[in-house]
């Protein structure tokens, strides 16, 4: 049974910073590609970050890069999504999500690829 428990969201002031983490049970994390997805009130959730089993490759939406740095740590099943220079429009429910498959080639930025989701923690960032 995999679960994934995000933690570390909170409210904070534009230009501040949070970092959300993701710790994960069941199966072997470091086998599958990880990402993390938000959902703004009265939006479909969208793609953040993506990083591969490794951590040798990452991904990211244009509006995060160079603001969110996403990371891993395999020895403690948990992943981690560094946000800096957070700004209101970031106000919204992150979800990080396994991908389905260990066997997975390329990062995903597509919610079908993931099979595995957490419960949301809720960052919000006032201006």
């Known amino acids: 049974q995999v679960q994934l428990v995000e933690s570390g969201g909170g409210l904070v002031q534009a230009g501040g910073s949070l970092r959300p983490s993701c710790a994960a049970s069941g199966r072997t994390l470091s086998m599958y590609y990880m990402g993390w997805f938000r959902q703004a009130p009265g939006k479909e959730r969208e793609f953040v970050a993506a990083i591969t089993g490794s951590g040798s490759n990452t991904d990211y939406t244009d509006s995060v890069k160079g603001r969110f740095t996403i990371s891993r740590d395999n020895a403690k099943n948990t992943v981690y999504l560094q946000m800096n220079s957070l700004k209101p429009e970031d106000t919204a429910v992150y979800y990080c999500?396994?991908?389905?498959?260990?066997?997975?080639?390329?990062?995903?930025?597509?919610?079908?690829?993931?099979?595995?989701w957490g419960q949301g923690t809720q960052v919000t960032v006032s201006s």
């Open positions: 999500a396994r991908d389905r498959s260990p066997f997975r080639t390329s990062l995903s930025v597509i919610p079908e690829a993931y099979g595995y």
